[in-house]
C-alpha cells in the first residue's frame, strides 16, 4: 500500500500540471500517519478553484473485483465531455473502446491504493481529440482499501 507521507515528494515531482499539484498537495495534508485519506476528510470547498475539474468515483467491491460509478463530476468536465456521467456506472458511460482502458486505470489506482498522474489526449462527443492531464486519488474509510476515487481532469487545448 502506498505511504503518502513517505511518497508524497517523489510522486508530486511527476506532476506537470499547477492544479492537479495543488489537489495533490491538498490529497497529502489530510493524510492520517501516511494512510489513505478518507472522503469524509476531503471538503471540496477546501479547493473552490478546482471544482470545475473535480470528479469522485465509487468504488464499490464484489467477489476481489471492483465496479466503479460517478459519483460527482465537476462543470468544466460535463462541459468538454458533452454529457454529465454523474450517478452512471463506468459500462453505461464509455464506449466499447474505452471501457476496459479506463476500467483497468482504476481498478489500478483502487487495487494499489496508489495516485496516478498522466497525460493524454481523448475523443469527447464531437470535438477531435483533447488532450488532457488527469489526477487519480485513492480515498478508503478505512485507511487501506479504496472506496472512493478523488479525481482531476486539465484540459490543454480547449
Known sequence: MFDVKQ??????????SQPLARLYDY????????RLPSRAQIDPLDVPELL????LVDVA???GEPDF????VGSKITEIVGSDPT???????????NLAPMTELYSR??????PFVNNSSAPFSDKDFVKLARLLLPL??????????LGALVFENV
Do not use: C
Not at 27 to 34: A, C, D, I, L, Q
Not at 52 to 55: A, D, E, G, Q
Open 7 to 16: 511518497s508524497a515528494s517523489a510522486f508530486r515531482d511527476t506532476i506537470k
Open 27 to 34: 490529497w497529502v495534508s489530510k493524510s492520517r500517519g501516511g
Open 69 to 72: 460509478r460517478f459519483r460527482l
Open 52 to 55: 470545475p475539474i473535480i470528479f
Open 87 to 97: 450517478g452512471r456506472n463506468f459500462s453505461s458511460f464509455y464506449d466499447d473502446a
Open 109 to 114: 489506482v483502487a487495487r494499489h491504493g496508489e
Open 140 to 149: 478508503s474509510e478505512d485507511g487501506e482499501q479504496v472506496d472512493m476515487i
Open 61 to 63: 467491491w464484489s467477489r
